[in-house]
C-alpha cells in the first residue's frame, strides 16, 4: 500500500512540475528560485524573521566569525495576537516590523545596512527569491487582504512605514526550506528538507530542465512541493478514513489539505479524540463513559500523543491525561488507548515515508544513479518530541527505498536559522557571480572588437604578400606553388601520400629519426599493397610552415604544435624525406609536391565544389589558405593568375598587435609552451591550447574560492591534464552537468552542481571567443578576395578540417555567425573535408602533373 502510494505521490511530482498540467495538480511544486545549498564558505552578519504559527521570532546570525566556520545567534519571540492575526494586513506586517525594530533596539545592533531573509510558512508563489505572492492562508491565519499580494512588498512597505530600520530584505523561503538550508550549512549532502509539525511539507533540489514553470536548463532548485494538498483531488479516498472525512468537515478549509489533516501535529490528537469517542460510545472503553471534554473539539491535544507513546512512564503519563479528560480508565483502557495513539502517529510517520520515498527515487533517477546518498534535513514539533516518530519514519523510508542512503539530520535552530543562510547563500552567489563575470569578461569580444581584429589581420595579410615587409609579417603568407583547384578532370591513378602525424609532443628528438620513421611507415603499406616494385608519384602533406621554392620543395620555417624535432628548421622537408628513402634503399618514389593541411583541405573540397578557394583547420592548430592573385604576391615571379597562398595566421600577434584581447591566462599559457612569444593567435584559436587555458581559469577561480570549496588538487595543476575534448563533451547537450561532474571526477574534483555550471561557462567563454577569433580572421580573408576581384558581392567555399570544427558543438555556428556579421557584402559556405588533407596531397599531386604537362605541350 505504501509503495503504491509512493507510485502515485510520484504522478503528482510530475503534474506540478509540468506547465499543462501544473494548474490542475493538487500538489503544486512552487518554484522557490534558491538554485544552492550552503557549502560552508558563507560568511557575515544577518537578520532573519520567522513568521508561521502563533509566535514570530526575530534572530540575528552571525555566520563564519574571527574566520572560524560557525554560526551564533540571538533571537527573541514575539506573540501575535488573536485580533491581529484574524485582522488586516496590514496591521499584521506592521506589527512584525515595530517587533523587529524593538529587536535592533534592545541588542543594540549597529544601523549598518542589514541582510534580512524572511521565513513565511504559508504556500507562496515565486518568480523571484526576494518575491513571493501569497497563495492562501494555512493553520489558523485569516489576516484580510493578504492573499494574492506580494509579502516582501507588505513587509518592505512596514519596515520604512514604522522607520529607523535599515535593512535589505533579499530573500523570503518556506519553513521547509530553511529546514533544509539550516542542516546544509552542516551537511553539504543535504539536498531534502522536511516538516512535520503543526503542518507538514516537503521541499527538494529539483533539476531545472523538468522545471516548466521557470526559464533554464541547468542546474537545480529548490522546489516547494507543499504536499500537504495531495489528495485533495481525491486520489488518496481509497485511503481516507470516515474518522479522516469528520476532521476534514469539521475544519476551516473542507475538502483541502486533506494529507497534511492524516499526517500533521495539528490533527493528530483530535483524530485520537473521534477514535476514542466512537469507541467509547460502543462501550468498547472507559466502560461506555463519555464526558464533556472527550466530545470537545480540540481537547485530546497532538503532545498528548507524545506522553502517551513514552516507553517508560507512557501507561502513568495515559492514565493522568484520561483523568485530566474526567475519564476513568482500567488498566486495560490505558493499553488500548496508548494502541490507538501509536496506530494514528505510525500511519502519520508510513505517510510521510511513502512520500518521501519517491522524491528520493525521483532524485536518484535524475541522476542516473544506482544508488544515492543524500541527507533529509528535518524539523517540527511531532519530529523533535514524539519518542518513537523519527525511528520509524527512518526504517520505513529504507524499507521503501533501498538503493537510498538516507541520513535524517534534524534541524536543530528551527527555519529562521535557514532564511539567514538562503541570504547568505544568495550574498555569496551574488558575490562569486560578479567574481566570475569580471574573469569571463576579458574573454567576451564585442563587435568592435572584432572589427578590429579583423582589420588588423587585413593589414598582417598584406604586410606578408609585399617584398619589403615580408619579413617582419607576423602572418608569413606563405606561397604553395599550388595554381589551381581541381576542375573535375586531374586523373587521379594511384597516388601516394604522406601525412606527417599530430601528436601533441613528438617522441623523435633527433631528425633523421623522425623521416626514418615515416619512411618504415611507408615501407610497410606498400607491402600490405604488394606494391614495392612499382614508382609512383608522391604528394606529402607536411603540416608546418615551409618556404617553398616550387611545389616539390619546402623548408621548415619553425615547428608548430609540440613538434621539437632538432636539426631540422631552415631544411627541405622533401630532400630530408627522399634522403630517408634512399637510406632505406627498398622503393623508389617520386615526391610531386609538398603540401600544407590547409592545401590539402581546400583541394579536396575543391574537387565537390569549384567555389571553394579557401582552407580552414579548426583542430589541433589553426591555419587557413586562399587563392590569391599573382600579381599581390610581391616576393613571387610567374605567369599565372593565381597562386595558393597558406597564411599561416596561427602567428598572428606575435608583433604585440593583439595585446589588448590577450588575457592573463593566455600569457600562462604561452609562457609555459615550447614557442613562448610565437603562435600567439594559435594558443587562443586552436584545440591544442583551449583546455589549457580553462585549467588556468580553472586553477584560479579555486585559489580564489570560487570553484570546488577552494580545494586544489594535484591533478588540476598538471599541465595538459585539461583535455580540449572536454569542452566539446561539456558543452555538448542537456545531460552536460552529469558529463561534467564526471569530468571532474576523473580530476580528482569533487564538484557541486554550482562548480559543474561555472566549468560549463568557462569552457563556453574560452571556445567562443576561439570561434569568435577565427571567424574575425576569415571576414579579413573573404573581404580580401572580393575586393582583390573587384566584386560588390563575393560567393565563396571554404573547406574546412580539425577536430575543433567536426566536435564542438557550437564552435561552427559561432564562427558562420561572425564571419556574417563582420563581412556582409560576401556569402561565405562551409564544408566539411570528410577525407582529411591527405587525399587533397593527392589531388595536387594529379593537379600538378597535369598542370606540368600541358605546360609542356603548350611549349
Known sequence: MLADISARFRLEIEKGLSRESNAAATVKMLPTHVYSTPDGSEKGEFLALDLGGSKFKVLQVKVSENGKRSVQMESDTFPIPEEIINGKGSELFDHVAESLKSFLQKHNINQKRKPLGFTFSFPCAQSKIDEGVLLSWSKTFKARGVQGTNVVQSLRKAINKVGGVDVDVLAMVNDTVGAMMTCGYDDHNCEVGVIIGTGTNACYMEELRHIDLVEGDEGRMCINTEWGAFGDDGVLDDFITNFDREIDAASVNPGKQLFEKMISGMYMGELVRLILLKMAKKGLLFNGQVTDDLRTKGKFQTNYICLIEQSKDGLENTSNILKQLGLHPSDDDCIAVQHVCTIVSFRSANLVAAALAAILTRIRENRKLKTLKTTVGVDGTVYRTHPQYPKRLHKVVRHLVPDCHVRFVLSESGSAKGAAMVTAVAQ?????????????????????????????????????????????????????????????????????????????????????????????????????????????????????????????????????????????????????????????????????????????????????????????????????????????????????????????????????????????????????????????????????????????????LTKKGLLFRGRITERLKTKGIFETKFLSQIESDRLALLQVRCILQQLGLDSTCDDSIIVKEVCGAVSRRAAQLCGAGMAAVVDKIRENRGLDHLEITVGVDGTLYKLHPHFSAVLKDTVEQLAPKCKVDFILSEDGSGKGAALITAVARQHHREKQDAH
Request: aromatic share 8%; hydrophobic share 35%; proline share 3%.
Open 428 to 700: 555569496r552567489l551574488a558575490s562569486q557571480r560578479q567574481e566570475i563575470d569580471e574573469t569571463l569578461a576579458t574573454f567576451a569580444l564585442n563587435f568592435t572588437q572584432l572589427q578590429e581584429v579583423k582589420e588588423k589581420m587585413r593589414i598582417e595579410l598584406e604586410r606578408g604578400l609585399r617584398k619589403e615587409s615580408h619579413a617582419t609579417a607576423s602572418v608569413k603568407m606563405l606561397p604553395t606553388y599550388v595554381y589551381r583547384t581541381p576542375n573535375g578532370t586531374a586523373i587521379l591513378d594511384l597516388k601516394l601520400y604522406v601525412v606527417t602525424p599530430q601528436r601533441e609532443e613528438s617522441s623523435l628528438p633527433w631528425i633523421s629519426e623522425l623521416f626514418d620513421h615515416i619512411v618504415q611507415c611507408i615501407s610497410d603499406f606498400l607491402d600490405y599493397m604488394g606494391i614495392k616494385n612499382t614508382r609512383l608519384p608522391l604528394g606529402f602533406t607536411f603540416s608546418f610552415p615551409c618556404s617553398q621554392s616550387g611545389i616539390d620543395q619546402g623548408s621548415l620555417v619553425c615547428w608548430t604544435k609540440g613538434f621539437k624535432a632538432t636539426d631540422c628548421e631552415g631544411s627541405d622537408v622533401v630532400d630530408m624525406l627522399r634522403e630517408a628513402i634512399k637510406r632505406r634503399n627498398e622503393f623508389d618514389l617520386d615526391i610531386v609536391a609538398i603540401v600544407n593541411d590547409t592545401v590539402g583541405t581546400m583541394m579536396t573540397c575543391a574537387y565537390e565544389d569549384p567555389k571553394c578557394q579557401i582552407g580552414l583547420i579548426a583542430g589541433t592548430g589553426s591555419n587557413v589558405c586562399y587563392m590569391e592573385e599573382m600579381k599581390n604576391i610581391e616576393f613571387v615571379d610567374g605567369e599565372e593568375e593565381q597562386m595558393c597562398i597558406n597564411t599561416e595566421w596561427g602567428g598572428f600577434g606575435q608583433n604585440d598587435n593583439i595585446e589588448d584581447i590577450r588575457t592573463r591566462y593566455d600569457r600562462e599559457v604561452d609562457e609555459g609552451s615550447l614557442n613562448v612569444g610565437k603562435q600567439r593567435f594559435e594558443k587562443m584559436t586552436s584545440g591544442m591550447y583551449l583546455g589549457e587555458i580553462v585549467r588556468q581559469i580553472l586553477l584560479d
